[in-house]
């Protein structure tokens, strides 16, 4: 069968939760194909947490439907589930076994029994950088070796599904940047595998495509580009706040279906299309502002803006 022809590792359709009798996540659909990465964002309270959870079985679903390679994960659960690998945002390392114990209890939970056991372990470490930390506790581990070993640990049993929730939160860059490239090398491999973050610079770098959630529902699907040109524009005029004419200004910005930017730190960021920032620079020929490629951030700033 060829690539095309098979099905994704990973397809959700219509997913739809509601909890204390709140919908959280409303028919929400999640596509993940081997050895690709998608970034699942949104704000606090987006429906992402929930999402994540029902596709890696810790809550199911009202309704919609969870496949993995064409396997329903209701249907196949048990055999499904030994195919997933999940790295939680808390850290949940077992400070009494060694680093390499780690590996090998968490692995001794799957059915069948991980082959060459001991093999895979010392390879594993050796990928991901805790070969010289194996006979150690994680008690003593930097934050950064600590979350590569959450990770290979995620990985250690073999699974075709990767999930990662937040996996550099609390970290210096140096170890943002050393868990980036496990990443990467984890999806060279092979691997699908979902992402949540915070951090936009990390969703940009890492993820294939995006799924843009907020208030449960999705925003928007695309690869990071598709997503920021669809949903921003081209442009972001960045000016001070206190050198435009108030009433002015909004006025332009409303007769355009624009809404009025948030300040941060006294700086209006507004998105504008090509067409958009000519018409700027001569509705305001005076004003001084610069101008600066849109990023995710600027997608945050929009959606807190909607709230």
């Excluded at 140096?174 to 949540?196: E, F």
């Excluded at 006025?251 to 700086?267: D, F, N, T």
């Excluded at 001084?288 to 997608?299: K, Q």
Aim: glycine fraction near 10%.
């Amino acid at each position: 069968m060829s690539d095309s022809a098979r099905p994704p590792a990973l397809e959700a359709i219509g997913l739809t939760k509601r909890l204390g009798g709140r919908l959280v996540v409303d028919a929400v659909d999640v596509v993940c194909a081997a050895g690709t990465v998608v970034g699942l964002l949104g704000p606090n309270g987006a429906g992402k947490t929930t999402t994540l959870r029902m596709l890696y079985g810790f809550l199911s679903p009202d309704s919609g439907a969870i496949r993995y390679h064409g396997r329903d994960f209701v249907q196949d659960r048990e055999a499904i589930k030994r195919t997933i690998g999940v790295c939680t945002q808390d850290d949940t390392l077992d400070e009494e076994f060694s680093v390499a114990q780690n590996l090998a209890i968490y692995a001794g939970y799957f059915r069948p029994r991980v082959p060459d056991l001991a093999a895979r372990i010392a390879g594993l470490m050796d990928e991901v950088g805790l070969t010289p930390f194996a006979a150690q506790r994680p008690v003593t581990l930097s934050g950064g070796f600590r979350r590569r070993l959450m990770i290979a640990r995620a990985v250690v049993h073999g699974p075709s599904v990767l999930f990662l929730d937040e996996p550099t939160t609390g970290l210096d860059p140096q170890a943002r940047v050393d868990v980036w490239r496990l990443v990467d090398q984890l999806r060279t491999q092979g691997l699908a595998i979902i992402l949540t973050t915070h951090y936009m610079d990390e969703a940009e770098r890492l993820s294939d495509r995006l799924v843009v959630l907020d208030r449960g529902r999705r925003v928007t699907e695309g690869s990071p580009r598709e997503v920021i040109d669809e949903q921003i524009g081209e442009h972001v005029v960045v000016v001070h706040a206190d050198a435009v004419d108030a009433a002015a200004f909004h006025g332009w910005l409303a007769s355009r279906g624009i809404a009025l930017p948030a300040a941060v730190l006294g700086q209006l960021h507004i998105p504008l299309r090509g067409a958009q920032l000519g018409e700027f620079t001569a509705a305001f020929p005076d004003l001084r502002f610069t101008v600066r490629e849109p990023d995710l951030d600027d997608l945050f700033m929009r959606l807190a803006v909607r709230r």
